[in-house]
């Protein structure tokens, strides 16, 4: 059974700050994390992937992955009212039985406040 | 260039009734999975579709059945509707090989279906 765990929030923070998401997950195999973000009502969004242990960057958006630790995060900098959703953690199995398949953790629900 | 599209966009069913649903993946996109997503969780995975035969299935019953066009379009398809299946459903695509799943998964809008 493959888990993803993510800080249960909510998360509240002032617009310019950083936000800070976590999430670990079960599988010390997976090789694929991604992270969504989600509106009230919407589907999910594609922010972020990564792949490879360390820091990816874009823009206001940090990805940071661990795969000794299992744990992947997002950091936003520099916080908009605008950024205010759900974050969804996606872990993608990559291999056979499971291949291909997104395992998603319950989301943390951001709060930027102006 | 389209991204992914489903419908219909809202649905109300009773119970027992059958439905079902369509999606078309994002343009050069060949591989459809399919989501149900309930208030306040996370995305669970239903089945993905891959050379027009169901690949992957995650933990549902067989009432949940679907199918994938030759242009790569699909649709799920649910039985004997329960109020449980009252969900947010999304169609994600991708560009998948036989052999390896390194691609990232883009969602359509969804289909919200509410079951009375």
């Known amino acids: 059974q493959k888990e993803v765990e993510q800080n249960s929030g909510p998360l509240s923070v002032p617009e310019g700050a950083i936000a800070s998401l976590n999430c670990t997950y079960s599988?010390?195999?997976?090789?694929?994390f991604f992270w969504y973000r989600q509106y009230s009502g919407k589907s999910p969004e594609l922010i972020m992937s990564i792949y490879s242990n360390g820091d990816k960057e874009d823009g206001r958006f940090t990805a940071q992955l661990n795969k000794a630790s299992q744990y992947v995060s997002l950091l936003i900098r520099d916080s908009q009212p605008s950024d205010s959703a759900t974050y969804l953690c996606?872990?993608?199995?990559?291999?056979?039985?499971?291949?291909?398949?997104?395992?998603f953790g319950r989301g943390t629900q951001l709060t930027v406040w102006p | 260039d389209a991204g992914v599209t489903q419908s219909p966009t809202h649905l109300i069913k009773t119970r027992g009734q059958q439905v079902t649903l369509r999606c078309s993946p994002k343009?050069?996109?060949?591989?459809v999975s399919w989501y149900q997503q309930a208030l306040g969780q996370g995305p669970q995975f239903i089945f993905q579709y891959y050379e027009e035969e169901e690949r992957q299935r995650g933990n549902f019953p067989d009432r949940f059945s679907g199918h994938q066009f030759p242009n790569y379009s699909s649709e799920l398809n649910v039985n004997a509707l329960l109020l449980g299946d009252s969900a947010l459903y999304l169609c994600?695509?991708?560009?998948?090989?036989?052999?390896?799943?390194?691609?990232?998964?883009?969602f359509g809008p969804g289909t919200r279906l509410t079951v009375l």
């Open positions: 994600a695509s991708s560009l998948e090989s036989r052999w390896a799943s390194y691609n990232e998964q883009f």
């Open positions: 599988d010390r195999v997976s090789q694929s």
């Open positions: 343009s050069g996109h060949d591989t």
């Open positions: 996606a872990v993608k199995s990559d291999r056979g039985s499971t291949l291909g398949r997104l395992y």
